[in-house]
């Protein structure tokens, strides 16, 4: 155990780098920015939208200026109407670049121009017409909010003139041409969405999985990192132990292969997990910052949100699956001829690590065919991907089964880690084997 | 008594016999020295007694114990020094040698045996510095240091002076022949004919994966007729190509 103790503290102290500490703290810091940057976002994309609007029709006999202009008010509270809501007056009509600059002078991103035909035409059988102008800024995720918004107060003033125009010319009453557009009664409070053996209404399938996907979009990415970062220490480390000379001086100390290679792993598994432990709570700071905001579905009114067993069981999940990796990477590291050749050897985990990734992007489990389930769950790496999920909807069968496999997975891998230690492979390479030689000569008959 | 006992070993890698049935002994307190051009299985050799690789076939013993089936009672006899070995690089001097001896010791001896390997290594305030900082002859005494500061019955060391000025190598094998007067075993390869004709007390000549020559460097030298072991060396090889 002291051995252990001995060879888990000097991995450490060479694993802990100021290097890789200041990585653990640029991760934390980005992921914090990004959460807060999302907020931001979605605080500003949350606010009324602030609009400006000219509305040349007022410049003659009207017949639909007071409809447009109910219609707008009636899309802000009264209360910050005012803020919100700005009315321009020209007397004479613009041309694009004076809008623009009237725009900026009133720190406006979004203008309508009603024509001052408008009524004329529309009272003569042709299409009134609105003009919108947009100042953007933002080409960020929310960039497009404001446009939107301004895409439905114009459908909204079509509405409004649509139905004064059947007022006009059916001589019905706005109840009756309300009824006309619209004879079928469907409201969002009418929808019904049975989750986790609940019924709620408010709330659709669609409204859900948008929300489970900003969400959870960035969990493969982050453990796809996590495996490549500690599967890259662990083989660059067998590398450097190899191109220095310092494994043949460990490995003739009287301590246990076994003892070696659960130092290596353990100290590894340490670091991975400091690593995850960062990106966890930069995760979570990013998730808290998104459900937070006004108006974002928030999961917990429906039940899906993970208690604090289930985080400790994704810890667990993710914890396995790292030692699967270190497992892997101790293997493919005995292979290794020094640090050149150990930036090479993580392809293989790399690929195994990024398969899942995509997958899991984009969709879940149960939306996978069968051979492609059976694909994931032999990947040791999609198990920390869909954990989350899986937790939410209840899925523990699958969750179990996942860390069981993940264990008995990084089990194997040690032993035969510490089969290759006691082997002549990890000294003088696969090319000295008989195997090795075999396929050397084959290699050149070829 | 013998320290080493090496009985007709070989070592095949695939379909290559890289030692055919090697044979020698090592008595306790002595300094013997493995020579013979490149490729010709000193290293092999050396490994093979170190517990680093398998035996194909045969038996070496080393302190009593059977290196194929007690490896952990040889590893706690032997120290190892392998051509061109390194420390770990981010490490000081002082916190290699404590790593080391932790796997000897526990708490106050392993401070004990950590101050003998600073006084052996001899660095004075460098001891502190890390070792990427270390000049090639530093490094070479930090690690004789550490290969020795264990008090291990046998020493194996494998081109222990090889790329170190003059003055270094002088240093470094006067520190040898200190570790052999304390009473460690010692076994060493090396293709410097003069340290091995000044240091050893016994040599073997191993060519092409067999032993062609054992005996004291006088014995080797009126054998061949030679003024010095390089002379035996040369001979000795030119006589085997011959009667190939």
């Known amino acids: 155990m002291n051995n252990l103790l001995n060879l888990v503290k000097k991995e450490l102290r060479e694993l802990m780098t100021i290097e890789s500490a200041i990585s653990i703290v640029v991760v934390m810091i980005l992921f914090v920015g990004l959460g807060f940057m999302i907020s931001d976002q979605n605080e500003q994309a949350m606010e009324p939208v602030r609009m400006g609007i000219i509305n040349y029709d007022d410049q003659g006999p009207s017949t639909y200026y007071d409809t447009v202009n109910s219609t707008l008010d009636g899309m802000y509270d009264s209360a910050t109407r005012d803020q919100y809501l700005i009315k321009l007056d020209s007397p004479a009509i613009l041309s694009d670049g004076e809008i623009i600059s009237l725009m900026q002078d009133n720190g406006l991103s979004n203008l309508l121009v009603i024509d001052p035909n408008f009524s004329e035409n529309i009272d003569s059988g042709t299409q009134g017409k609105i003009k919108a102008y947009y100042i953007t800024e933002n080409s960020g995720a929310f960039g497009g909010i404001d446009s939107d918004s301004v895409q439905g107060f114009v459908s909204a003033i079509n509405g409004a003139v649509s139905t004064k125009l059947m007022e006009n010319e059916l001589s019905v009453d706005s109840a009756e041409s309300a009824f006309l557009k619209s004879p079928v009664s469907f409201n969002m409070p009418d929808n019904y969405t049975y989750i986790n053996g609940k019924l709620y209404s408010d709330i659709t399938p669609s409204a859900i999985s948008g929300a489970m996907m900003s969400q959870t979009l960035m969990v493969p990415i982050i453990i796809m990192i996590v495996i490549m970062v500690v599967g890259s220490i662990v083989i660059s480390s067998m590398g450097t132990e190899k191109e220095n000379k310092t494994l043949e001086t460990l490995l003739t100390l009287p301590v246990k292969r076994t003892t070696i290679v659960s130092g290596k792993i353990l100290a590894s598994g340490i670091m991975g997990l400091v690593y995850g432990a960062a990106y966890m709570v930069g995760m979570y700071a990013y998730m808290d910052a998104i459900t937070a905001s006004a108006g974002a579905v928030n999961l917990a009114d429906y039940g899906l949100v993970l208690e604090p067993i289930d985080w400790a069981i994704t810890m667990l999940v993710m914890f396995a699956s790292i030692l699967c990796a270190l497992g892997l990477c101790m293997i493919l590291g005995a292979f290794v001829k020094n640090y050149k050749s150990a930036q090479t050897m993580t392809l293989p985990i790399s690929v195994l690590a990024m398969i899942p990734m995509f997958v899991f992007m984009f969709t879940s489990w149960n939306t996978l065919p069968a051979a492609m389930q059976a694909i994931m769950f032999i990947i040791p790496f999609s198990h920390p991907m869909m954990v989350m999920q899986n937790l939410m909807f209840g899925d523990y069968l699958l969750v179990f089964a996942g860390l069981i496999y993940c264990i008995a997975f990084a089990v194997v891998t040690v032993l035969v880690t510490v089969k290759l230690y006691n082997s002549d492979i990890l000294l003088v390479g696969f090319g000295q084997t008989r195997l090795g030689r075999m396929l050397a000569k084959f290699k050149k008959a070829d | ?244």
């Not at chain 2, 002595?30 to 076939?57: D, H």
């Open chain 2, 1 to 244: 008594m013998e320290t080493l006992r090496v009985d007709n070993v070989h070592k095949m890698y695939g379909n290559i016999e890289a030692v055919k049935g090697i044979g020698f002994s090592v008595k306790e307190g002595e300094i013997f020295g493995l020579i013979g051009p490149n490729g010709a299985g000193k290293t092999t050799a050396l490994r093979m007694i170190s517990t680093l690789i398998t035996i194909t076939s045969g038996s070496i013993t080393v302190c009593g114990y059977d290196v194929a089936t007690q490896g952990d009672e040889v590893r706690k006899s032997i120290s190892y020094l392998p051509e061109d070995a390194g420390a770990y690089k981010d490490l000081t001097g002082r916190t290699y040698l404590r790593f080391i001896a932790g796997f000897f010791t526990d708490n106050e001896e392993t401070d004990k045996m950590c101050q003998r390997g600073i006084d052996i290594a001899n660095l004075g305030d460098r001891i502190d510095s890390k070792v990427n900082t270390y000049s090639k002859g530093m490094m070479r005494r930090l690690l004789i240091a550490r290969a020795i500061m264990t008090a291990p019955r046998f020493a194996i060391m494998d081109e222990v002076t090889s790329g170190l000025d003059v003055m270094n190598a002088h240093d470094i094998r006067e520190l040898i022949r200190d570790i052999a007067r304390s009473g460690v075993t010692i076994l060493l390869s090396s293709h410097n004919m003069f340290e091995v004709e000044s240091l050893c007390d016994r040599v073997a000549m191993i060519n092409k994966g067999e032993i062609i020559m054992q005996g004291t460097p006088a014995e080797l030298k009126a054998r061949y007729n030679a003024k010095n072991l390089e002379e035996v060396f040369i001979k000795g090889v030119k006589s085997v190509e011959q009667s190939t």
